[in-house]
Structures are given as C-alpha cells and as structure tokens.
C-alpha cells in the first residue's frame, strides 16, 4: 500500500544555477529531481536539513526519492513524509517490499505539487530482490504526464538483473501513449548494457552523458561514476536546463552520499 499526505504551505524557492542549459521550444517546463537521500546513515539529524534546503532550492514540480526509511525501532517517521511536510504543497507516494504497517520499511518515494491523478507501485523481477517501481501520472498544463521512480540493482556484474528490472518495469507501464520519465538511482554509468532501453533512441538523458564526472559523493569514499538519472521521453520532451545539488558541504557535511541531479524539461 501507498502512503499518501497532501500539504498545503507555500514552496518558496530560488533555483540553483544550471550546470547547462538549452533555450525552451514552447509548451509547458517541468522541474524535476533525483536524490538518493542514503536512508538514515551517517549523521542524519545533521543531513535532514540540508537535504531539504538543497532540494528546496531545486524548486521542483516532482521529486523521486530512493533509500527512503521509516523505522519505529528508532523513533524515525517515514523520511519522504518528513521531507514533504518540510517543503510544503507536495503530496507524497511511498512504495516498499515491506508490509505495509510493519515497524520498518524501506523504498522509494515520489512527491509531487501537481495533481496526481493515478498512482501504483511494482514489485521488480527477480523477486528475490527488493527492487520496486513506483509510477504517479500528474496533470501538466491539461495533459497527463507519467512518472516513475526507481531503484535497481547494484552490483558490477549485475547489468543482466538491471536490464530484467527494466524490461519488467516496461512491461508493466501502461501502453496508452502518455508522456514517460523514468528517474533514480540506476546503479549503473549509462553506458552499462543494462541500461539499453532507456539510453537508446525513445529516451534522452535529462543531463546529458559525461556532463559531471560523479554523482556518487568521493567524500564519502565512493568512486567516480554517474548512476543517478533522468531518462526523458524523446517524442514528447525538449531538453532544458540540469544541475547537480546537494554537492557542496555546509560545516563539512553533506545531504547524502550521492549528489542529487534536477532538470527542467519541456513538453512539446
């Protein structure tokens, strides 16, 4: 099951400046952000405001959230819901493999400050995984658009599983003709073969490939890669603007152990 909170403050913001940007072809912009928010690890009293300042600053339409806890063991709230209530007029969509009202559940999250109109959420192949998807269709500018967040496998030699993970969360997408965007942590470069669906000609890469040389954080003793990604349907989007946020310490410390990506988008 899905927890669902509708808020009801102000979003103030103000953007970040782009890393790249492209002039608008007309139609209606879409901001969106990626952020693996690294769950409870490290000092998470002193990450949580950051994380909400930075993606406060992204100002975005939609957000997709991964390693998103709630654990009763030690007193934490659903940290999407935390991060919704913080930034105001978002409603918030959480999936996980763990039943719902168990102690503790880990997943994914999308918030959204447009109007969603449907939401669901898959279980990936292999199911001896605990990979999901999670989908919310909003309405943009009288059209509907469908989003989906997600989380795939991590290991060096698991381009196969990521590729089954993929396929599975394409197969069950609804085939209706409505606008795609496919964000999270993917685990992999863009040039992993399991990612050959979504970096073919149907998709482009809200920021574009070998833009940034990580988005894995070094200081926290990660290696350089880019896993983390906004696919963007070709047919139905121009590209625009993207940065990375969340790259910068404050006191030493950062929101998580990735950066996030946002971008701007235009439907045609």
Same mark, same amino acid.
Request: with cysteine; aromatic share 4%.
């Given at each position: 099951?899905?927890?669902r909170r509708t808020?009801? @403050?102000?979003?103030a913001a103000t953007p970040l400046a782009a890393c790249a940007s492209m002039a608008p072809t007309g139609g209606r912009p879409l901001k969106l952000v990626t952020f693996n928010i690294w769950h409870n690890m490290g000092?998470?009293?002193a990450r949580q405001p950051l994380l909400i300042e930075a993606i406060r600053r992204a100002d975005a339409d939609i957000i997709g959230l991964q390693e998103v806890l709630e654990d009763a063991a030690v007193n934490l709230p659903n940290q999407a819901s935390t991060i919704a209530d913080a930034l105001g007029d978002y409603e918030m969509h959480f999936?996980? @493999?763990d039943a719902a009202g168990a102690p503790r559940r880990y997943g994914n999250a999308i918030l959204s400050r447009l109007p969603v109109v449907a939401h669901d959420w898959k279980k990936l192949e292999p199911l001896d995984d605990y990979r999901t998807a999670i989908r919310a269709r909003v309405a943009l500018g009288g059209r509907e658009i469908d989003v989906v967040n997600t989380h795939l496998a991590w290991q060096a030699d698991a381009a196969p599983v990521r590729a089954r993970q993929i396929a599975d969360l394409m197969q069950w997408l609804p085939r209706d003709g409505t606008p795609l965007i496919?964000?999270?942590d993917f685990n992999a470069v863009q040039e992993d073969a399991g990612l050959n669906v979504l970096t073919g000609e149907r998709f482009f890469s809200a920021m574009p490939r070998n833009s940034v040389p990580t988005t894995l954080n070094p200081a926290k003793n990660h290696p350089n890669r880019v896993i983390d990604h906004i696919f963007v349907e070709a047919a139905h989007f121009a590209?625009?603007?993207w940065s990375l946020i969340g790259d910068t310490p404050t006191n030493g410390e950062y929101p998580s152990d990735h950066f996030g990506v946002a971008?701007?988008?235009t439907l045609r």
């Open positions: 099951m899905l927890d808020l009801l @403050t102000g979003l000092d998470w009293a999936c996980s @493999t496919a964000m999270g590209p625009g603007s971008a701007t988008v």
